[in-house]
């Protein structure tokens, strides 16, 4: 079984609408989860960290639910530029460091106008 | 946050022919992570490499095939030896860095091996 998995998309939206990302990690022992984002031909960059207790920032919020292994992202108010591949990581490493970083296979979003 | 120079961005080379990456960091790091992206795939670890010791190596890649260099605290380098096209794939280094201790990559390097 993969670590980390994610429904590959494509999610086709239009602009305004709100869309949700699920992911599935199977380590109980994950300890530290993120949102990163890659643009085509881009490399990853972090969009979001994932708590516990959940997070905003601005339009997009991450929810963590350790009991189900299960974590995701909402995007509210879908904009043009929100096209992308949004990658879901975990890592297992409890110190000061992220240590091994495990990638989902991303799940991609196109925003249509 | 960290400024990753990688390079090539791309490159298209005859199988059995050996490629080298470079990653120039723009402040000292101690650990360098290695990545592959295959089309439509996840980011597989490759190795970890440290200044002045081995880099490890994930199940399934060899020093032989992969051999790498951290000669110092803001540079290595990834070596894809006797290509084949199953080693067409984006190759990306990246470093932690930041009080939150955030991954950052390089731009990737594209390889097409024919």
């Known amino acids: 079984r993969k670590e980390v998995e994610q429904d590959p998309g494509p999610f086709n939206v239009p602009e305004g609408a709100t869309v949700a990302f699920n992911c599935t990690y199977s380590?109980?022992?994950?300890?530290?989860f993120f949102w990163y984002r890659q643009d085509c031909r881009k490399e990853p960059k972090l969009l979001m960290s994932?708590?516990?207790s959940g997070n905003e920032d601005g339009r997009f919020t991450a929810q963590l639910n350790r009991a189900s292994q299960y974590i995701s992202l909402l995007i509210r108010d879908s904009k043009l530029s929100d096209s992308a591949t949004y990658l879901c990581?975990?890592?297992?490493?409890?110190?000061?460091?992220?240590?091994?970083?495990?990638f989902g296979r991303g799940t991609q979003l196109t925003v249509w106008p | 946050s960290a400024v990753i120079s990688q390079k090539p961005s791309r490159d298209i080379c005859q199988r059995g022919t050996s490629l080298t990456i470079q990653c120039q960091v723009d402040?000292?790091?101690?650990?360098m992570f290695w990545y592959r992206q295959q089309p439509g795939q996840s980011l597989t670890l490759i190795a970890t490499?440290?200044?002045?010791?081995?880099?490890?190596?994930e199940s399934g890649f060899v020093i032989d095939k992969f051999p790498i260099s951290r000669p110092n605290l803001t540079f290595s380098t990834l070596t894809v030896s006797n290509m084949s096209p199953e080693d067409s794939s984006i190759y990306l280094c990246?470093?932690?860095?930041?009080?939150?201790?955030?991954?950052?990559f390089g731009q990737g390097t594209r390889l097409t091996v024919v």
């Open positions: 994932v708590y516990s």
């Open positions: 402040s000292q790091v101690t650990m």
């Open positions: 990581v975990v890592t297992h490493d409890r110190g000061s460091t992220l240590g091994r970083l495990y």
């Open positions: 490499a440290n200044q002045g010791s081995e880099a490890t190596y």
């Open positions: 990246s470093v932690e860095q930041g009080k939150n201790t955030e991954a950052f």
């Open positions: 380590n109980s022992a994950s300890q530290s």
